[in-house]
C-alpha cells in the first residue's frame, strides 16, 4: 500500500515538474538576501518584494542569511537545487569583490544570471572650504598634494573604496583610505572634520550638500546625477570605463531553466513600473537599471575582472 | 520649537497611534523577555508591513517595541539568571540573587520603574537637547572613540570581585574572541582558518546569548527537578512603595540616566555598555561594592535605567544629523524615508509633527511601562518560575535557539551558541567572573580599530591623543576613577 501512495506521490511530481515551465511558479519561492534584516539590500528586496508577489501570483518568503561579507547566502544559493525556488536578491559586492578576497565556491559565472534591479552611485564631498569647486579642480588638488588628504570609505574592500581608487589610479593621485564601517560612520567623521573627504552614498550627504555644508564634487556613475548639480560623473570627466557603482540583481543557482529566470525577469520589470516602488528607489538614491541573461553576465564578467585587477594592485587579492 | 512640540503632542493621541504604542509595547516586553528574540529582527520584520499605515503608527510600534523590549530582557535575567536581550547582561548580576533571596518582586518592580525612568530621562534628552548633544557626537572622532574604549576597559577593575588574574584573563578571552574575523584596517583575516564562517567574526549576539543564557539553563538542568516559584516571592512588601523606591534610587537613577544618554548618542557603543558603566558605577560608589553580585536591588536599578537611557537619546544622531548610531536608529530612518521624509539636519523643522510625534511616543511608551510592566511582570510572567524544570530547561532552550536562528538564518550560529555556551558554563564552574568578557568583545575591537584609525589619520603622530581637548577630558576622569579605586584599595590595606 505504501509503495502503491510512494510511486503515486513519484508519478504526481514528475508531472508537476513537466507542467513547470508553463505554471511556474506553482509554490512558494524563497528569495535569500545575503545580508541582514534591516540593511540597504535587504529593504529593497523587501520592498520589491511586495510588488513581485502579485506580479508572480505566489508568495515569496524573504531569507536573510548574513555572513561572510554577503558570502554564506550567495554560497548557499549556488548549491541550491536550480528549480527556481530558490533565488538570490543581492547587491554586486558578493559576486564582483568578495571572491577574490576570500576562498569561496562560487564565481559570478557559476550562478544564472535573471535580472539587474537597479543602481546608486557613490560620492566624493568636501567641506566647502575645500580648495576646489569643479571635479577637475578636485582631482589637479589631490594629485599636487600626494597622501595629504584622508578620505573616508565603507572599508577596506568596499565598493566604494574600490570606486574611488579607480579613479584615483587614473589620475596618479594618491590619497590616504580611511575604512569606516559604512557610510554613516563617514558621514560622522566628515562632518566632525575627522577626515577630509567624504566617499559613500548619496543619500546620507544629500542634505548637507542641498544646504552648502558639503560640496560634493564626483559621483562614481558614468552618468552625473541630477541631485548634485555641482558633481560630475565619469562621462563628463571623460572616463565613462571606470564607472563603479552600487548596484543590485537577482539570481538563480548555476542550471536554472531560462524559462524560469524570464519569468522573473518578466515579473520584476513590471513590479518596476509601480511609481510607489519608483519613489522608494529614488529616495534611496537608487534607479531602475534592467539588464538580463547574458547581458547581465557580461557585466558581472566586466566588473569582476576589473575590480580583481585594483585588488591586486592594492594587496588586497588573496584568489 | 515649544509650539511644534504641542502640536506634535496632539497628533499621536490620535486612537491608532495611542493602539501602535500599546500594542508595540506589549510586543517588546514578549520580544525582550525570550531570550534569542530581538527587538531589531522584530522591527525590521513589522516594517514593511507598515509601509501603508501612517508614519506615527510605525514609529509609535518602534518606539513601542525598542522601549518595552529593554525592560522584557530583565525579567528572564531576574527570574532565571537568563538575560531576554544583551543589554540585561548586566541585571542578572544582583537581579538574580534578589529572587534567590525571595526579593523577586522587588527586584522586578525596581526593573521595570528604573526603565520607565531610564527611557523618561532619555526622551526628554531628546526632546530637547537633542541639537548641542548632536555636537558632541560630531566632536567624538576616531581618538576620543579610543579613549572611551580604554575607559570602558578600566572598568573591569571595578567589576571583578575577588580574584583579579581570573578577571584579567576573562577579559582577554574577551577581547580574543573579538579579534576573530577579517580586520577591518587591512583586510587581513584573523583567527579563521579559512572558515567562510568565521570571516565575519563571531556574531556578537550569538557570543552573549551563548555565553550568558546557555550556562543558567545547563545549570537549572543540574538542579532536582522542582518548581522554583514561591509565591511569597512576589508579594509586594512595604519596600516596594513607589515613594520608597524613589528614596532609595533617585541617586543612581540620575546617574545612570546621565551614563545612558551619553552613551546613546556615540553611534556604535549600545545598550549593554550602557548598563556594565552604569552597574559599574553605582558599585564603584557604593558604601558596602561587597554587597554587588549579593542581590543588591541599587544594581538592577542601575543596570535597567542605563539600559534603557540608551534607547531615546541613541536616536539623537539619527534624528539630527541623519546618521543612524545602531541597527535600530537605522531602521527609524528607513521608515521616515519609506515615508517620504529626508533624514538629516533640517528634518525638525521640514516634519516637526513627524519627528516630536516619535519623540513623544519614546516618551509615553516609557511611561507605559510603569503600568504594563508592573502588570504584566510579576502577575504573569512570575508564573514561569511554576515550571518544573524539567519542562523549563527544554522550552527555553528552544525557544532561545529560535531566536538565535532568525538573527542570520544560519544554523551553524546554532552551534556556536551551543559552544560559546559550554564555555560559560565551565568558566562558571571555576569561578571566573563572565562579566570582563563583554566589555572584552565589545570595547577591545573598538579600542584597537580606533587607535589605528587615529593613527592613520595623523600619520603615525601619537601626541594626538594626548592634544584634543575632549580626549583629555575623558583620560581626566579616567584618572579620577582609577585613582579613587587605588586611593580606596590602599586605605583598606592600612586601615584594615
Same mark, same amino acid.
Given at each position: 500500500?505504501?509503495?502503491?501512495?510512494?510511486?503515486?506521490?513519484?508519478?504526481?511530481?514528475?508531472?508537476?515538474?513537466?507542467?513547470?515551465?508553463?505554471?511556474?511558479?506553482?509554490?512558494?519561492?524563497?528569495?535569500?538576501?545575503?545580508?541582514?534584516?534591516?540593511?540597504?539590500?535587504?529593504?529593497?528586496?523587501?520592498?520589491?518584494?511586495?510588488?513581485?508577489?502579485?506580479?508572480?501570483?505566489?508568495?515569496?518568503?524573504?531569507?536573510?542569511?548574513?555572513?561572510?561579507?554577503?558570502?554564506?547566502?550567495?554560497?548557499?544559493?549556488?548549491?541550491?537545487?536550480?528549480?527556481?525556488?530558490?533565488?538570490?536578491?543581492?547587491?554586486?559586492?558578493?559576486?564582483?569583490?568578495?571572491?577574490?578576497?576570500?576562498?569561496?565556491?562560487?564565481?559570478?559565472?557559476?550562478?544564472?544570471?535573471?535580472?539587474?534591479?537597479?543602481?546608486?552611485?557613490?560620492?566624493?564631498?568636501?567641506?566647502?572650504?575645500?580648495?576646489?569647486?569643479?571635479?577637475?579642480?578636485?582631482?589637479?588638488?589631490?594629485?599636487?598634494?600626494?597622501?595629504?588628504?584622508?578620505?573616508?570609505?565603507?572599508?577596506?574592500?568596499?565598493?566604494?573604496?574600490?570606486?574611488?581608487?579607480?579613479?584615483?589610479?587614473?589620475?596618479?593621485?594618491?590619497?590616504?583610505?580611511?575604512?569606516?564601517?559604512?557610510?554613516?560612520?563617514?558621514?560622522?567623521?566628515?562632518?566632525?572634520?575627522?577626515?577630509?573627504?567624504?566617499?559613500?552614498?548619496?543619500?546620507?550627504?544629500?542634505?548637507?550638500?542641498?544646504?552648502?555644508?558639503?560640496?560634493?564634487?564626483?559621483?562614481?556613475?558614468?552618468?552625473?546625477?541630477?541631485?548634485?548639480?555641482?558633481?560630475?560623473?565619469?562621462? #563628463? &570627466?571623460?572616463? !565613462? =570605463? *571606470?564607472?563603479?557603482? /552600487?548596484?543590485?540583481?537577482?539570481?538563480? @543557482?548555476?542550471? $536554472?531553466?531560462?524559462?524560469?529566470?524570464?519569468?522573473?525577469?518578466?515579473?520584476?520589470?513590471? #513590479? &518596476?513600473?509601480? !511609481? =510607489? *516602488?519608483?519613489?522608494? /528607489?529614488?529616495?534611496?538614491?537608487?534607479? @531602475?537599471?534592467? $539588464?538580463?541573461?547574458?547581458?547581465?553576465?557580461?557585466?558581472?564578467?566586466?566588473?569582476?575582472? #576589473? &575590480?580583481?585587477?585594483?585588488?591586486?594592485?592594492?594587496? /588586497?587579492?588573496?584568489? | 520649537?515649544?509650539?511644534?512640540?504641542?502640536?506634535?503632542?496632539?497628533?499621536?493621541?490620535?486612537?491608532?497611534?495611542?493602539?501602535?504604542?500599546?500594542?508595540?509595547?506589549?510586543?517588546?516586553?514578549?520580544?525582550?523577555?525570550?531570550?534569542?528574540?530581538?527587538?531589531?529582527?522584530?522591527?525590521?520584520?513589522?516594517?514593511?508591513?507598515?509601509?501603508?499605515?501612517?508614519?506615527?503608527?510605525?514609529?509609535?510600534?518602534?518606539?513601542?517595541?525598542?522601549?518595552?523590549?529593554?525592560?522584557?530582557?530583565?525579567?528572564?535575567?531576574?527570574?532565571?539568571?537568563?538575560?531576554?536581550?544583551?543589554?540585561?547582561?548586566?541585571?542578572?548580576?544582583?537581579?538574580?540573587?534578589?529572587?534567590?533571596?525571595?526579593?523577586?518582586?522587588?527586584?522586578?518592580?525596581?526593573?521595570?520603574?528604573?526603565?520607565?525612568?531610564?527611557?523618561?530621562?532619555?526622551?526628554?534628552?531628546?526632546?530637547?537637547?537633542?541639537?548641542?548633544?548632536?555636537?558632541?557626537?560630531?566632536?567624538?572622532?576616531?581618538?576620543?572613540?579610543?579613549?572611551?574604549?580604554?575607559?570602558?576597559?578600566?572598568?573591569?577593575?571595578?567589576?571583578?570581585?575577588?580574584?583579579?588574574?581570573?578577571?584579567?584573563?576573562?577579559?582577554?578571552?574577551?577581547?580574543?574572541?573579538?579579534?576573530?574575523?577579517?580586520?577591518?584596517?587591512?583586510?587581513?583575516?584573523?583567527?579563521?582558518?579559512?572558515?567562510?564562517?568565521?570571516?565575519?567574526?563571531?556574531?556578537?549576539?550569538?557570543?552573549?546569548?551563548?555565553?550568558?543564557?546557555?550556562?543558567?539553563?545547563?545549570?537549572?538542568?543540574?538542579?532536582?527537578?522542582?518548581?522554583?516559584?514561591?509565591?511569597?516571592?512576589?508579594?509586594?512588601?512595604?519596600?516596594?512603595?513607589?515613594?520608597?523606591?524613589?528614596?532609595?534610587?533617585?541617586?543612581?537613577?540620575?546617574?545612570?540616566?546621565?551614563?545612558?544618554?551619553?552613551?546613546?548618542?556615540?553611534?556604535?557603543?549600545?545598550?549593554?555598555?550602557?548598563?556594565?558603566?552604569?552597574?559599574?558605577?553605582?558599585?564603584?560608589?557604593?558604601?558596602?561594592?561587597?554587597?554587588?553580585?549579593?542581590?543588591?536591588?541599587?544594581?538592577?536599578?542601575?543596570?535597567?535605567?542605563?539600559?534603557?537611557?540608551?534607547?531615546?537619546?541613541?536616536?539623537?544622531?539619527?534624528?539630527?544629523?541623519?546618521?543612524?548610531?545602531?541597527?535600530?536608529?537605522?531602521?527609524?530612518?528607513?521608515?521616515?524615508?519609506?515615508?517620504?521624509?529626508?533624514?538629516?539636519?533640517?528634518?525638525?523643522?521640514?516634519?516637526?509633527?513627524?519627528?516630536?510625534?516619535?519623540?513623544?511616543?519614546?516618551?509615553?511608551?516609557?511611561?507605559?511601562?510603569?503600568?504594563?510592566?508592573?502588570?504584566?511582570?510579576?502577575?504573569?510572567?512570575?508564573?514561569?518560575?511554576?515550571?518544573?524544570?524539567?519542562?523549563?530547561?527544554?522550552?527555553?532552550?528552544?525557544?532561545?535557539?529560535?531566536?538565535?536562528?532568525?538573527?542570520?538564518?544560519?544554523?551553524?550560529?546554532?552551534?556556536?551558541?551551543?559552544?560559546?555556551?559550554?564555555?560559560?558554563?565551565?568558566?562558571?564552574?571555576?569561578?571566573?567572573?563572565?562579566?570582563?568578557?563583554?566589555?572584552?568583545?565589545?570595547?577591545?575591537?573598538?579600542?584597537?580599530?580606533?587607535?589605528?584609525?587615529?593613527?592613520?589619520?595623523?600619520?603615525?603622530?601619537?601626541?594626538?591623543?594626548?592634544?584634543?581637548?575632549?580626549?583629555?577630558?575623558?583620560?581626566?576622569?579616567?584618572?579620577?576613577?582609577?585613582?579613587?579605586?587605588?586611593?580606596?584599595?590602599?586605605?583598606?590595606?592600612?586601615?584594615?
Amino acid at each position: 500500500m505504501y509503495t502503491v501512495r510512494l510511486l503515486g506521490a513519484c508519478a504526481l511530481a514528475l508531472a508537476c515538474t513537466t507542467a513547470l515551465a508553463s505554471n511556474y511558479p506553482n509554490r512558494p519561492i524563497e528569495i535569500i538576501v545575503p545580508a541582514p534584516a534591516g540593511g540597504g539590500t535587504d529593504s529593497v528586496a523587501r520592498m520589491l518584494n511586495q510588488y513581485l508577489e502579485p506580479e508572480l501570483k505566489q508568495s515569496a518568503a524573504i531569507i536573510n542569511v548574513a555572513g561572510g561579507g554577503g558570502a554564506i547566502g550567495v554560497n548557499q544559493v549556488s548549491r541550491a537545487r536550480p528549480d527556481g525556488y530558490t533565488l538570490l536578491s543581492t547587491w554586486n559586492s558578493p559576486i564582483t569583490t568578495v571572491p577574490h578576497m576570500q576562498r569561496v565556491q562560487y564565481s559570478y559565472d557559476s550562478l544564472t544570471p535573471i535580472t539587474s534591479i537597479s543602481q546608486s552611485a557613490y560620492t566624493l564631498c568636501v567641506k566647502p572650504d575645500f580648495p576646489a569647486d569643479t571635479a577637475e579642480e578636485f582631482l589637479t588638488e589631490l594629485q599636487n598634494n600626494p597622501s595629504r588628504y584622508t578620505y573616508g570609505n565603507d572599508g577596506v574592500g568596499g565598493t566604494m573604496r574600490l570606486a574611488a581608487e579607480r579613479i584615483f589610479a587614473a589620475y596618479d593621485i594618491q590619497a590616504r583610505a580611511i575604512p569606516f564601517g559604512g557610510a554613516g560612520e563617514t558621514l560622522q567623521n566628515f562632518l566632525g572634520g575627522h577626515i577630509d573627504i567624504y566617499g559613500g552614498s548619496i543619500p546620507p550627504v544629500l542634505p548637507y550638500a542641498q544646504d552648502g555644508q558639503a560640496k560634493c564634487l564626483i559621483v562614481t556613475s558614468a552618468s552625473d546625477n541630477p541631485a548634485l548639480p555641482q558633481a560630475s560623473g565619469l562621462e #563628463a &570627466l571623460g572616463h !565613462p =570605463e *571606470l564607472e563603479t557603482v /552600487l548596484w543590485r540583481m537577482m539570481l538563480g @543557482p548555476n542550471g $536554472m531553466s531560462e524559462a524560469h529566470a524570464t519569468v522573473i525577469a518578466d515579473a520584476v520589470a513590471r #513590479a &518596476l513600473e509601480n !511609481p =510607489e *516602488l519608483l519613489e522608494f /528607489l529614488a529616495k534611496q538614491g537608487e534607479v @531602475p537599471v534592467l $539588464m538580463r541573461g547574458e547581458d547581465l553576465r557580461a557585466a558581472l564578467k566586466n566588473e569582476s575582472e #576589473a &575590480l580583481g585587477e585594483l585588488l591586486g594592485q592594492l594587496g /588586497l587579492k588573496r584568489n | 520649537m515649544f509650539d511644534a512640540m504641542l502640536h506634535a503632542f496632539g497628533v499621536i493621541m490620535a486612537p491608532a497611534s495611542m493602539l501602535s504604542m500599546l500594542v508595540g509595547t506589549l510586543a517588546g516586553i514578549l520580544i525582550g523577555a525570550l531570550p534569542g528574540l530581538n527587538p531589531v529582527m522584530a522591527i525590521a520584520l513589522m516594517l514593511p508591513l507598515t509601509y501603508s499605515f501612517d508614519p506615527l503608527i510605525a514609529l509609535g510600534l518602534i518606539a513601542g517595541i525598542y522601549n518595552g523590549s529593554m525592560y522584557g530582557g530583565a525579567i528572564p535575567a531576574i527570574l532565571l539568571k537568563i538575560p531576554g536581550t544583551p543589554s540585561a547582561i548586566a541585571t542578572t548580576f544582583d537581579g538574580y540573587p534578589m529572587t534567590r533571596k525571595g526579593m523577586g518582586g522587588l527586584a522586578l518592580k525596581t526593573a521595570c520603574w528604573s526603565s520607565a525612568v531610564g527611557g523618561t530621562v532619555s526622551a526628554i534628552a531628546l526632546m530637547t537637547l537633542a541639537p548641542p548633544l548632536a555636537q558632541m557626537t560630531l566632536a567624538f572622532g576616531p581618538t576620543e572613540y579610543f579613549w572611551v574604549a580604554v575607559f570602558g576597559l578600566t572598568s573591569i577593575a571595578v567589576l571583578v570581585g575577588g580574584d583579579l588574574f581570573k578577571g584579567m584573563l576573562a577579559a582577554l578571552l574577551g577581547i580574543l574572541i573579538g579579534l576573530v574575523g577579517v580586520d577591518t584596517l587591512s583586510g587581513e583575516e584573523r583567527f579563521t582558518f579559512d572558515n567562510l564562517y568565521l570571516i565575519g567574526g563571531f556574531p556578537l549576539m550569538v557570543v552573549l546569548i551563548g555565553l550568558y543564557a546557555v550556562p543558567p539553563i545547563l545549570e537549572m538542568a543540574e538542579k532536582q527537578n522542582s518548581a522554583h516559584y514561591d509565591p511569597a516571592n512576589f508579594r509586594t512588601h512595604k519596600s516596594s512603595k513607589a515613594l520608597q523606591l524613589i528614596r532609595d534610587y533617585w541617586r543612581t537613577w540620575s546617574k545612570s540616566s546621565i551614563i545612558g544618554v551619553c552613551v546613546g548618542i556615540l553611534p556604535g557603543a549600545g545598550g549593554n555598555l550602557a548598563a556594565l558603566l552604569s552597574y559599574n558605577e553605582a558599585k564603584r560608589n557604593a558604601k558596602e561594592p561587597e554587597s554587588f553580585g549579593q542581590g543588591n536591588p541599587v544594581g538592577v536599578a542601575a543596570a535597567e535605567c542605563g539600559n534603557s537611557a540608551d534607547n531615546a537619546s541613541s536616536m539623537i544622531p539619527a534624528l539630527t544629523l541623519g546618521i543612524p548610531g545602531n541597527l535600530i536608529a537605522a531602521l527609524v530612518l528607513g521608515a521616515l524615508m519609506i515615508h517620504g521624509l529626508q533624514p538629516g539636519p533640517r528634518l525638525f523643522t521640514d516634519s516637526a509633527d513627524i519627528v516630536f510625534g516619535f519623540i513623544w511616543q519614546l516618551l509615553l511608551t516609557s511611561l507605559l511601562l510603569f503600568v504594563l510592566g508592573g502588570m504584566l511582570a510579576t502577575r504573569l510572567f512570575a508564573q514561569v518560575l511554576r515550571l518544573p524544570s524539567t519542562l523549563l530547561v527544554p522550552t527555553t532552550l528552544v525557544l532561545m535557539s529560535i531566536g538565535v536562528y532568525t538573527i542570520n538564518g544560519n544554523t551553524t550560529d546554532l552551534y556556536v551558541m551551543l559552544g560559546f555556551g559550554l564555555i560559560g558554563y565551565l568558566l562558571n564552574r571555576m569561578d571566573f567572573p563572565l562579566a570582563p568578557i563583554v566589555l572584552g568583545v565589545l570595547l577591545g575591537p573598538m579600542a584597537e580599530s580606533n587607535f589605528r584609525l587615529s593613527m592613520l589619520i595623523s600619520q603615525n603622530d601619537w601626541t594626538l591623543f594626548f592634544t584634543r581637548p575632549i580626549s583629555q577630558g575623558i583620560i581626566a576622569l579616567l584618572l579620577i576613577v582609577l585613582g579613587s579605586q587605588a586611593l580606596k584599595y590602599y586605605r583598606r590595606k592600612c586601615g584594615g
